[in-house]
């Protein structure tokens, strides 16, 4: 099993709507290696839901995928935000895992939190210049990102 930390923005889709769908395809990335990211998660894979753009951005749930490597379709939607005329059925150009909700956090785990403890030295998500929507997860920093959930 692997780790992941997915980001979204809260007035776009937030973990109130993925606990209210129950499950959702994780659509509309279009940066190639947060793409090959999303094409690496495998069934079961665990995904830290962290709302970005949000006041304060934080780590507020978790998922599971229960679908992987699943045809984006929004890069098929004509005029759509996502569209990319270069991809067809045949041949699409960009992937998705479909996403099951598994329950929000205890409390939002802030940015500054996260960044405050030593545990999480090294996660990508700290990193300047680091503004992948996907990215992969230790399980060391998975299981301080969950601690950091618990305190108060």
Known sequence: MNYWLAKTEPEV??????????????????????RNFLRSMKRKDVVLIYHSNAEPPGLVGIAEVSKEDVADPTQFEKGGEYHDPKASQEHPRWFCPELSF???????????????????????????????????????????????SKVK
């Open 13 to 34: 889709y937030s973990i109130d709507d993925l606990a209210r769908d129950r499950r959702t395809l994780w659509t509309g990335v279009r940066n190639y290696q947060a």
């Open 102 to 148: 598994v329950k929000k956090l205890p409390r939002l785990v802030s940015l500054d939190a996260l960044r405050s403890d030593k545990a999480l030295d090294g996660l990508l998500l700290l990193q300047k210049g680091s503004r992948l929507s996907v990215i992969p997860v230790s399980e060391r920093h998975f299981h301080a990102m969950l601690t950091l």
